[in-house]
């Protein structure tokens, strides 16, 4: 018999799977219910995808784990809850190192978790991922029924298959073996593989291009600053494309000195030049019938261009040196940094090869105009570095959190990525031994020279506290206030175009607003 407190909190959560309600809602539910009947610090539900566990939603953790990806062979507690087979505790006293250490939004200065327990979640029983429980508390599930955690593993089960019934994305079940069997096997492939991480308004947007123009043959133009990510982006285009399975085949324009740069493309036959002592295939040729991605397309001389515009009109080429024509069939992917109409207005771009490449123009947002994504992709550099530094613990504290969020990142995603390897070694030079819990601190990022967005913050508020004396908590919600205050008055009290700046929903915009203090909340 399920007893009443139980039942209360199943009924709504069975009722929703009826519901069209957004997904991130659902996991939202799932995880709050779960927590007021099972009281902890934190709960998180993680996706199996091969050698790694994805957090999907966390309640209770910092912003930035839902960007960390865990390697399964390197956190032996996620492996042993799942390979358990059904809910398990792993021992209070258990010298294990934790992934959540450091990460759980707990009391000042208690970082390390005590206890800790999961279930694996099965969809068409077949392994999908994880439901995992922390506390600080060392005694916190002592008394805990590990059926009440099945229970919610089996709603979360359900809540997947609803979300993917949703979205048209039925599992197929070659698929879902290979799924099941790869954390066993554990990949060999010791990095991550790219991902396109973020939940902002901007981030959603590109995710809903990227679905909408992979499917198609579109020539595609990624333009965006440097360090955005445009690379990514073609490896996403390239994988929801009917070409997946084919060669994904890049080339960076800018790298290659221009008499070399023809011979790349096309490829040439031997004798074709001092130095050409064997034939060899180009990129199109190697990209026949998969994708070739051109980043730094705007460094192309006018020569090449004209050369180029020839194969994406007929897929016709010939090689260096050769008089024999190649048929090939490449969907081309390119990316620029630049202002390629300007460069045609200019006389510097041919305005046919222009037209050629833009079918598709797909801007990729800067990182300052995806708000909390900063904390996103910052929780997935720490993990990277986590793991290459043999840590127990990589974690920003509130000061560093604060700084990430003001700063203006002109070098965007690869800026980021370069600061926080940077700063892990600040953080450990000096140390005598490794704490098994390493704290970046703003010192350590060393974001001292002020942006434009943090003087910005700094006019509309100057009895900001510093991050350093106060909770993480008191940190966040100061200068989630200050973002507010700030872009509410660039934009003259409007509310709905504040919240497009901030990457957020209207409504959820003044609900967060209200929780915060703020007046005028009704505008």
């Known amino acids: 018999m399920i007893a009443k407190p139980m039942l209360q909190a199943l009924v709504p959560l069975v009722d929703d799977l009826s519901r069209e309600l957004p997904d991130g ?12 009947l099972l009281p902890c610090d934190a709960v998180a539900l993680l996706r199996l995808d091969g050698a790694w566990l994805v957090p999907l939603a ?17 956190h ?12 398990a505790r792993i021992p209070a006293d258990s010298q294990l190192p ?3 250490d450091g990460l759980v939004l707990g009391l000042q200065g208690q970082l390390e978790v005590h206890d800790c327990m999961g279930c694996p979640v099965l969809v068409g029983e077949k392994p999908w991922g994880l439901l995992t429980m922390d506390s600080l508390d060392k005694e916190q599930f002592s008394a805990v029924q590990l059926g009440d955690l099945q229970a919610f593993a089996s709603l979360a089960g359900a809540t997947v298959s609803v979300v993917q019934r949703m979205a048209g994305l039925a599992l197929r079940a070659e698929d879902e073996r290979q799924r099941a069997d790869s954390y066993r096997a554990l990949a060999a492939e010791k990095s991550a593989p790219p991902t396109l991480i973020g939940q902002s308004a901007a981030h959603q947007r590109l995710l809903e291009e990227i679905a909408s123009v992979g499917n198609s043959e579109l020539t595609v133009l990624l333009l965006g600053e440097t360090g955005v990510g445009k690379e ?6 390239h994988a929801a494309s009917p070409r997946a399975a084919r060669p994904l085949i890049s080339l960076n324009c800018a790298a290659l000195p221009e008499t070399l740069v023809e011979s790349e493309l096309f490829g040439h036959v031997r004798g074709a030049f001092s130095g050409a002592v064997a034939e060899r295939r180009g990129k199109f040729e190697l990209a026949d019938g998969g994708t070739l991605f051109l980043d730094e397309v705007g ?17 016709q080429l010939q090689r260096l040196g050769s008089d024999r024509e190649h048929r090939v069939d490449v969907r081309v992917i390119a990316a620029t940094n630049r202002d390629l109409a300007q460069e045609v207005r200019a006389g510097r771009y041919r305005a046919d090869f222009y037209h050629r490449l833009s079918v598709y123009p797909l801007v990729v947002p800067p990182l300052r105009e995806r708000g909390h994504d900063v904390l996103l992709l910052a929780g997935y550099f720490l993990e990277q570095n986590r793991s290459r530094l043999g840590l127990g613990s990589l974690r920003l504290d509130g000061s560093a959190q604060a700084a990430l969020l003001a700063h203006d990142w002109p070098g965007n995603v690869r800026e980021l990525e370069h600061l926080v390897g940077r700063s892990a070694l600040k953080a450990l030079a000096g140390l005598a031994t490794r704490p098994r819990i390493v704290s970046l601190t703003a010192a ?30 008191t940190s966040m919600e100061a200068h989630q206030r200050q973002r507010i205050e700030a872009s509410l008055a660039r934009h003259q009290g409007n509310w709905a175009s504040a919240a497009r700046e901030l990457g957020l929903h209207r409504a959820n915009l003044v609900r967060l607003a209200k929780r915060l203090g703020l007046r005028g909340t009704g505008g």
């Open 25 to 36: 809602e659902r996991y939202r539910r799932l995880l709050e219910s779960l927590r007021a």
């Open 58 to 74: 966390v309640n209770g953790l910092s912003g930035d784990t839902l960007g960390r990806r865990f390697r399964i062979d390197e």
């Open 76 to 87: 032996p507690r996620l492996r042993l809850l799942l390979e358990a087979g059904g809910p």
């Open 98 to 100: 934790d992934p959540y």
């Open 232 to 237: 990514l982006v073609a490896q996403a285009l």
């Open 299 to 315: 460094e192309l001389s006018l020569a090449v261009q004209a050369k180029l515009l020839r194969v994406l009109q007929g897929g």
């Open 444 to 473: 350590h990022l060393d974001l001292s020279a002020p942006s434009a967005r943090a003087e910005a913050l700094d006019a509309s508020d100057n009895t900001q506290p510093t991050a350093v004396s106060v909770d993480l908590r």
